[in-house]
Every structure is written in structure tokens, then in C-alpha cells.
Nanobody
Framework: QVQLVESGGGLVQAGGSLRLSCAAS????????MAWYRQAPTKTRELVAG???????YYVNAVKGRFTISRDNAKNTVYLQMNSLKLEDTAVYYC???????????????WGQGTQVTVSS
């Protein structure tokens, strides 16, 4: 069993910063990609940023230049540094990890419980 535990959400004023963390634990052989998604009220969940095991990254256009994703492979943890936050960044943020629990097992997606990020004016 694999668990993803997120932390770091909260209320912040526009222009401020927050740092999200997500730690994976349990039976883990390897973690491939790690990512952050978000879901705002009445909207579908969207990919915000992703990071491969080799450190290569992806960002949705709306957050480029403001958000930075990183990972610590030794700690099975992914981070999302969010700067210059805007009202439209308000959402529940979910971490996602593609995990292999054994050497011969397939990669499976696991999700965190979500953490609320609210940006106020």
C-alpha cells in the first residue's frame, strides 16, 4: 500500500507565496513521475506541473515563471513552490505519483488527499 501525504496549503494574499509538499510512503520499489494537479470549484482537475525521475519538468502555461516543481528522490517527496499567486490559483491541489511497488510490478498512479490553496485579494 502506498500513501501520499500533502502539506503546505492555506490562505495567502495575492502576490504571496506558498510551498506544498507531498511525501510518499509504504511499499515502494521506485517512483517514476511525480506531479501536482489542481481542481477549482466547477472545473475539472488539471495538471499543473510534473517532474520526471531524471528531474525534467513540465508546467502548464498559466503557472510558468511563477511555480517551481522539484523532488527529493531519497525522501520520496515532491514540492511545489508557488510564487506571485493569483486569485485564479485558488483550488484544491493534489499530488500524484506513478509508483512501482515491486521490481516486476507495473507503474500505478497514487493520489494525495488534496490540500486547499486559497488566494485572497
Amino acid at each position: 500500500q502506498v500513501q501520499l501525504v500533502e502539506s503546505g496549503g492555506g490562505l495567502v494574499q495575492a502576490g504571496g507565496s506558498l510551498r506544498l509538499s507531498c511525501a510518499a510512503s509504504g511499499t515502494i520499489f521506485s517512483i517514476n513521475a511525480m506531479a501536482w494537479y489542481r481542481q477549482a470549484p466547477t472545473k475539472t482537475r488539471e495538471l499543473v506541473a510534473g517532474v520526471a525521475r531524471d528531474g525534467s519538468t513540465y508546467y502548464v502555461n498559466a503557472v510558468k515563471g511563477r511555480f517551481t516543481i522539484s523532488r527529493d528522490n531519497a525522501k520520496n517527496t515532491v514540492y511545489l513552490q508557488m510564487n506571485s499567486l493569483k486569485l485564479e490559483d485558488t483550488a484544491v491541489y493534489y499530488c500524484n505519483s506513478r509508483v512501482r511497488v515491486g521490481e516486476h510490478d507495473p507503474n500505478l498512479d497514487y493520489w494525495g488527499q488534496g490540500t486547499q490553496v486559497t488566494v485572497s485579494s
